[in-house]
């Protein structure tokens, strides 16, 4: 048993627990958007009050992702707490005609153009856990112990990205990503994790794809 478990763990360490990734967009034209100095982006998870709410982590992750030398980035606490309640989960538009409403309100587009926020990023999606197989157990002595076993389990994160421009109250885009793998445990004394990176590919392929939207010239 213990030889035919370390086969299996080099076979996975050589397999490798890669993660597959596909992106769609939509774009209504090819034309890069430009972001005048001082101009910014946030990046928002969607989120319902009481029942859902967008992985707050993965929203920070495409941020970084999206961020560059001339990409300004606002943080989403700072937008929310500059813009209370507005963007409240009871609040929020979820669609660019109730956005288009929302910036009807004097105060808010007063607020909206005193921190000049040209743009906004609406994401929604998830990553869920399925599929699980296997067992493993681990016993523990004053003499010594370990853990015997195999589990695996599947992975799969899908997220959708809507990008809103504050200017013209236009949509500019959208971007989904699925990224799925699986992920193993084997227990050869000691637990061996071998993580597949389905979260960190979803994250790297939405926020690289964003940042090719924009100009990385100032306008």
């Not at 209370?84 to 009871?90: A, C, D, I, K, M």
């Not at 992920?183 to 389905?198: D, E, F, K, N, R």
Request: one cysteine or more.
């Amino acid at each position: 048993m213990m030889t035919r478990l370390l086969f299996l763990a080099t076979a996975v360490s050589l397999s490798g627990c890669a993660a597959t990734t596909t992106i769609d967009e939509f774009r209504p034209t090819d034309q890069l958007m430009d972001l005048a100095a001082g101009e910014k982006v946030v990046v928002l998870g969607r989120r319902d009050a009481g029942h859902y709410e967008t992985d707050r982590a993965f929203v920070e992750c495409v941020g970084d992702k999206l961020r560059g030398p001339n990409i300004n980035l606002m943080s989403e606490q700072e937008f929310m707490d500059s813009i209370y309640p507005w963007f409240e989960p009871r609040t929020a538009p979820k669609n660019l005609t109730r956005l288009t409403r929302l910036m009807e309100v004097p105060m808010v587009r007063e607020r909206i153009d005193e921190r000049e926020i040209r743009y906004i990023v609406w994401l929604d999606g998830n990553t869920e856990t399925g599929g699980a197989m296997g067992s493993m157990s681990c016993s523990f002595s004053p003499a010594g112990g370990g853990c015997l076993g195999f589990t695996q389990w599947d992975k799969e994160s899908a997220y959708e990205a809507v990008v809103w421009d504050l200017k013209d109250l236009t949509e500019k885009g959208r971007v989904r990503v699925d990224s799925e793998g699986t992920s193993y445990v084997i227990g050869v004394v000691a637990p061996i994790p071998l993580l597949s990176p389905v979260k960190s590919n979803a994250c790297s392929g939405l926020g690289n794809q964003l940042r090719s939207y924009f100009s990385q010239e100032l306008g």
